[in-house]
C-alpha cells in the first residue's frame, strides 16, 4: 500500500489509531462510500503501536481508495497525527478518528468550504452515533455546547475537536502540527486551534461537514475520559505559557450555569440524568487538571533534588 503522488490530490484523510481494529474498519468502511473521486484523496492510518497488526483491517480497502498505513513506536495522538501529515500529499489534510464514520458528502461540503476559504481551519460537526448510551450522548452534548458557545459566529470559531477538522497542509506544516508534548487524546486540538488564531489565521465552523462518533462509555470510561480532559487542560496551560501568551481568563458562571441547563435546553432524552453527567464531568476535569498539576509538581521536585 503506497500513497498516491499526484500533484492534484485535493485531500489527505489522516486516521491515528490504537489497538482498536473493528472501529478502524468501520471508519474506512464509511470512506468507501464517500461520493468524492478517488483519485482525488487519500487515506494515512497512523497505527500508533498497536499489540496487534492492523494490515489485515486495511488491506480489503487498499484497491478501493489510496491507502497508506504507517506504524510508529506509542507516542500519543498528536504525534501519530504529524507522523501522517508529514506523509500526506494532498493539499488539505482532514483530521479524524478511527471511531468516527463520516456521510457521504464530508469531502465534498470540505471542498465547497476551501473555494470560498482557502487558507481557513475547518471544523465540521460531530454526531453521536450511539443515542441508546447516556454517557456518550452526556460526552457529546458537551462537544456540542462547547461549540455552541466558541462557534457561536461560524466565520469566527475558536474551537474544533480533532476528529473533524481540516487544514491547509502547508500551514499546518508552517505551524510545526500538534504540540507533541501531549500524552494523551485530550487538549492537544485545542491548543492547536488556539495557536492558529494566535498565528494570525481564520477559522470556520461548517456544520454540513459531518461524522458521526461511536465512542462508547461506561461511567468508568466517561469519568476517565473527563480526567484526562482536566489533564490535557493542564498541558494547554502549560503551552500557552511556552508562548507567553496572556493566561485564559476564567469563564463566566452563566457558562457553567448555561452548561448545567443545557441537556433541559436542547430537548433531549433523560434530561435531569444527562444534567448530573455534566455535574460529573466537571469534577472530573477540574480532579483531573489538580492531579496532573500536583504530579508535573513532584515531578519537577524530584527532578531538581536529583540534579542537586
Not at 454526531?127 to 455552541?148: P, V
Not at 477559522?203 to 480532559?229: C, I, T
Not at 521536585?301 to 542537586?308: D, E
Request: aromatic letters at 14%; a neutral charge.
Amino acid at each position: 500500500m503506497t500513497s498516491s503522488t499526484n500533484q492534484e490530490l485535493l485531500f489527505s484523510i489522516i486516521i491515528p489509531t490504537y489497538a482498536r481494529p473493528d472501529r478502524l474498519k468501520n471508519c474506512l468502511h464509511a470512506i468507501a462510500q464517500l461520493d468524492y473521486p478517488r483519485d482525488r484523496f487519500e487515506v494515512i492510518v497512523v497505527d500508533d503501536g498497536s499489540p496487534m497488526s492492523l494490515e489485515l483491517v486495511v488491506k480489503p480497502f487498499s484497491n478501493q481508495f489510496t491507502l497508506t498505513l504507517l506504524k510508529e513506536v506509542n507516542s500519543g495522538p498528536a504525534t501519530a497525527r504529524n507522523h501522517g501529515a508529514a506523509k500526506a500529499n494532498g493539499k488539505f489534510l482532514v483530521f479524524t478518528d478511527d471511531d468516527c464514520m463520516p456521510v457521504s458528502s464530508w469531502l465534498t461540503a470540505l471542498e465547497k468550504c476551501f473555494e470560498t476559504a482557502p487558507e481557513c481551519l475547518i471544523g465540521g460537526k460531530i454526531l453521536n452515533a450511539l443515542t441508546d448510551n447516556l454517557c456518550s450522548t452526556a460526552s457529546q452534548l458537551l462537544i456540542d455546547y462547547l461549540y455552541a458557545y466558541y462557534n457561536s459566529t461560524a466565520q469566527q470559531a475558536q474551537f474544533f475537536a480533532s476528529n473533524n477538522f481540516a487544514v491547509p497542509a502547508k500551514l499546518f506544516r508552517s505551524l510545526g502540527g500538534f504540540d507533541t508534548t501531549f500524552p494523551l487524546a485530550a487538549g492537544e486540538d485545542r491548543e492547536f486551534c488556539d495557536r492558529w488564531l494566535y498565528s494570525g489565521y481564520s477559522m470556520l465552523y461548517a456544520p454540513e461537514v459531518q461524522v458521526y462518533h461511536a465512542h462508547k462509555l461506561s461511567l468508568r470510561s466517561f469519568w476517565r475520559q473527563h480526567f484526562n480532559y482536566g489533564r490535557g487542560a493542564f498541558y494547554f496551560h502549560q503551552a500557552r505559557s511556552r508562548r507567553n501568551v496572556e493566561q485564559i481568563e476564567i469563564e463566566p458562571l452563566s457558562f457553567y450555569f448555561n452548561l448545567l441547563r443545557y441537556p433541559l435546553s436542547v430537548r433531549s432524552q433523560h434530561p435531569v440524568v444527562l444534567s448530573i453527567f455534566f455535574v460529573i464531568s466537571q469534577i472530573a476535569n477540574i480532579t483531573g487538571f489538580f492531579w496532573e498539576r500536583s504530579h508535573q509538581k513532584y515531578k519537577d521536585l524530584t527532578t531538581s533534588q536529583t540534579v542537586a
